[in-house]
DNA sequence: TGGTAGTCAATAAA
DNA sequence: TTTATTGACTACCA
């Protein structure tokens, strides 16, 4: 067109590097960069790829030609504005030497903008990432697992040649790939590159290649006395299909923190904590902290860590996370009080103590939801107050009880089903916000957190048993076989006349409705503990 | 400030 | 040795 084009506004960082890069010559990287650029063409030949594709085209070319103009008519105008100086030998030599500059920088500037424009005819991986309407993320992975699983190649050396990944996150994209709508055009890209890399013909030996080349690499540092890191990612070679793979930018091993290693009792009170309130404020994040003697920022990460994890696991869980955010009262919020003599029956049940049920508990005569909550662990009865509280919880089991805990509460015949599956159809019923691997145990807090929940048609369809309070899924065989072995139970709060007195001025409510939100006072709760433990006054229900 | 999304990398498990 | 898990982190957004 005869006059310097601007580079596309729509570029990415990333292309914008490419194009640098290749100016540099390299050799290696021009030869990869086409064989991409080969496979993205052979990517796009789809019509609806091809059509996203020329319309964008057009409509960059329409930006560039506008952008050019108007860079142009602004260079036009700062010269006629700006004042020329008398000219001297010596700025005669300088404006000839800028001149040239200037000259050699617009037909860089125009290389640039063609080489940009080659690339809008196949597009950038970004691009192409945010033009694609759908993708079937599920048969992508499908396919390079069989494709790694057959050819011998690791996630490691696919991640990196191939995606620009670490291990880690190949492995989580490929074992648990999220829908496409629901990707962000960053997290849809390696998804672009993987369908890239399997139209590729020459997919698996490129890799392969890169395979050899590690090794010997590796024997070679190693035959020389050097530290074998095994870890060659500054291999640049092996960088095939990622342009922007170097990760010079990322920081210092250093700067990253050493992760904290939970315990077992640590990790159910943050679970415990994520089911009264996912989104916990400040002070609980504090109160957590100072709890389970960790750090602030520990606690946040755990919350923020297990929301996303969640929510790839199970949407359906996370919305309802949602729900409980917008009606923070709902789910009972945060009450510490609460938490700690929750947590301390899931203790109690951690380690397995026998301690015969007690299906109402002495400390809330008048808080039937939290008897009914504190049903689904057996080791609740007769943990007096001051075993419940001033748990030292930093410090680590050693005699991984816990898991025999949690094998332990797993009493239901449950073992007979995939324990994934088990927990995959909790969280479908909205009864769970645990993570699908945490915990095996029946989550008691939803149950009384939100009883529409239970109610949803989708619920109902299914089967439920009582057991400790809990409700557990069964199948309908499970359900027949235990049928004459399990009782219903239905909450029966004790009542004193106060709370008698109260309800007959509150008027009657249901389990679960209004009361969704038991905010107990914390002075009354403990003289009423205190009276209670005196009194030992311990009205039992039938046991079964 | 605090949320989400994506990722790294240490560690555990297979 | 490879793969899965998960705490920590960055980037970005409202």
Known sequence: MGKPLQPSPALTPNSIKSSLEDRDGSSSRDSSRERERDMRSHFMTSPQHQMFAAQHHLDQLKKQQQAAAHAQSHQQQQQSQTPQPPPSPHSVVLQHQAAAAAQAHAQQQVNAALRNLGQHVAPSVYEMAALTQDLDTQVITTKIKEALLANNIGQKIFGEAVLGLSQGSVSELLSKPKPWHMLSIKGREPFIRMQLWLSDSHNVERLQAIKTERRELSKRRRGSGAQDNSDDTSSNSSDFYHSGGNRDSSPPLSAKKQRVLFSEEQKEALRLAFTLDPYPSVNTIEFLASELNLASRTITNWFHNHRMRLKQHNPNAANQAEVSREQPNSGGGFDPIQFRLLLSQRLAGLNNLNIPPLLTHPYFPGNPEIANLIRGFPGAAGLRPEQMFGLDLSVKTTDEGSDCGEEGMEQD??????????EMR????????????????????????????????????????IINGVCVMQT??????????????????????????????????????????????????????????????????PEY
Do not use: C, F, H
């Open 413 to 422: 015949g449950s073992d007979q089903e995939g324990e994934e599956e088990v």
């Open 476 to 541: 309908p065989d499970d359900y027949r076989s235990n049928d004459n072995e399990t009782v219903r139970v239905e909450p029966t709060p004790v009542l004193d006349e106060d709370d008698i007195e109260d309800d007959r001025t509150e008027g009657a409510r249901s389990p679960g409705s209004e009361r969704a939100s038991p905010r107990i006072k914390e002075e009354s709760m403990v003289e009423r503990m205190k009276e209670d433990d005196e009194e030992q006054e311990i009205k039992r229900e």
């Open 426 to 465: 909790e969280m479908q019923r909205g009864e769970a916000m645990e993570s699908a691997r945490s915990s095996r145990r029946k989550p008691a807090a939803p149950q009384w957190v939100n009883p529409d929940w239970q109610a949803s048609p989708a619920n109902a369809a299914e089967p439920e048993v």
